[in-house]
């Protein structure tokens, strides 16, 4: 590739911060939104594996209007609409919500999982000893069920980590979007999407590493 | 004492117990002999309450267990129940599956449970796997997990469903063994099993259940012996033999 002409100016360490700092703010978004995500998913989840029909009927149609529809474009309905009704949000808050409702999506399919897991007959045995609902919950389905499941849970935090980079679509100024904005001024795509694919995977390898460990421990 | 009392259980349009009457008394073994689908099981489970039931009533010591006043959690602490699958709680070691709920239903600290714990494991011989994981027990050593959990509740009554049914053969002696130690102890038990020498052994009375109703009771002389009361009981009992 041939360097960039006099209007452009090169790739420097400032630049390199620059990315540094909106990696932080990919990491910040992405943490609160599988946060609360993993919050309303585990209730979400449960409501659909023990709730009534009625309930079961409500939640998984809702969760699949925000599991079919694109993403990307939840986000700009969303940011738009907010805008238009007259309470327009900081681009993180709009992002974070539309991610951690999306977030919340996929992991209500894996706690309804999770607690479909854990047999119906050792939730029995735990009644049978004087435990009441909530202590079988808390007690059995909840460390038989996260361990059946975990390793799916750590494939969601994975993906939503890398969608976050459709946030850049609403003016968030997190790592795609930095890296749109010096690709602008450096002309120099090819290097900076090399150099965000290795952000994203410093990002999300320790995740999967840790999410190893800890299946490591818990089958021992 | 339990008693139970014209107990009906349907599922659906089955009709699986049709008006049983049984009483227990404290320190009685009685043992549920009878074909797979006779209903045996499922009065275990209507005794404990895991099951509603359709009509006629449970008593233990005098608490209705079917009244919607009841406090099941409550009651069921004083009848322990052990299943044909040990169910086993695999997150948790031997000690820790023991003392799970004498130390969340029961409150007891930490120590005091494990304490009873211990004390309950070492009496169906697994003092030396106290730290071990289910996963790492034979199906034996896991049933006896189980009863010692059961046990750890130190409830009044005792409810067996089964619990050989599921073990390989050469493991079924350790089991009963520990079966006959508890009746040995003065427990008041319910078992229901197809092992026929072990309820000519231990049981005060034998019942034998056929297609939802109790066909005959008496003790195992009477069932065993060369005369039963019943036709069916006498067919039943050759047919195992």
């Known amino acids: 590739m041939n360097s960039a002409g006099s209007a452009f100016t090169n790739l420097s360490w400032v630049d390199l911060i620059f990315l540094g700092e909106a990696a932080i703010r990919t990491l910040q978004i992405s943490i609160v939104s599988i946060f609360f995500g993993t919050v309303i998913g585990i209730i979400l989840g449960w409501m ?50 539309v991610l951690s409702v999306y977030c919340a999506a996929l992991v209500a399919m894996v706690a309804r999982a999770g607690i479909e897991a854990v047999s119906p007959n050792l939730r029995r045995a735990a009644r049978s000893l004087g435990m009441g609902y909530w202590q079988d919950l808390r007690y059995i389905v909840w460390p038989v069920g996260l361990r059946a499941v975990f390793p799916s849970w750590i494939g969601v935090a994975l993906s939503v980590l890398k969608d976050s980079a459709l946030v850049s679509a609403i003016g968030y100024l997190e790592l795609m979007r930095a890296s749109q904005i010096l690709t602008t001024k450096t002309q120099e795509s090819f290097k900076i999407m090399l150099l965000i694919g290795l952000f994203y995977f410093l990002m999300s390898y320790p995740i999967s590493k840790a999410g190893e460990f800890v299946e490591k421990k818990w089958q021992s | ?45 209507c005794i404990n309450g895991l099951e509603t039931i359709q009509k006629g009533e449970v008593l233990i010591d005098g608490i209705s267990v079917h009244d919607k006043n009841t406090d099941l959690n409550k009651l069921r602490q004083n009848v322990g129940m052990v299943f044909q699958q040990w169910n086993s709680f695999p997150h948790l070691t031997a000690l820790e599956n023991v003392a799970l709920s004498p130390r969340v239903v ?49 409830p009044s009554y005792m409810l067996f469903d089964e619990v050989t049914s599921a073990l390989d053969p050469e493991l079924v002696g350790e089991v009963l063994d520990t079966l006959r130690l508890l009746a040995k102890d003065g427990m008041t038990m319910i078992c229901v099993t197809h092992e026929m020498s072990f309820a000519r052994d231990v049981a005060d009375r034998v019942a034998y259940f056929h297609e939802g109703l109790m066909e005959e009771i008496g003790p195992p002389e009477q069932i065993f012996g060369d005369n039963p009361k019943s036709e069916k009981t006498k067919k039943f009992l050759a047919n195992v033999k």
């Open chain 1, 48 to 97: 659909l594996a023990a709730g009534n029909v009625f309930v079961r009927i409500a939640v998984s149609s809702i969760l699949d209007v925000f599991r079919s529809v694109p993403l990307i474009i939840q986000l700009i309905l969303f940011d738009s609409f907010v805008s238009i009704a007259g309470y327009p949000m900081p681009a993180f808050w709009s992002g974070t919500i």
């Open chain 2, 1 to 45: 004492m339990i008693e139970v009392k014209q107990l009906h259980k349907k599922y659906g349009e089955l009709h699986v117990l049709k008006g049983i009457d049984l009483s227990v008394k404290k320190g009685e073994v009685v043992c549920v002999i009878g074909a797979s689908g006779s209903g045996k099981s499922t009065l275990l489970y």
């Open chain 2, 106 to 154: 029961k409150k007891m600290s930490k120590i005091e449970a494990q304490e009873i714990a211990k004390k309950q494991l070492i009496h169906v011989g697994l003092e030396d796997k106290l730290n071990v994981y289910p996963s790492a027990l034979s199906g034996g050593q896991q049933q006896r997990l189980a009863i010692a959990r059961a046990l750890a509740m130190e």
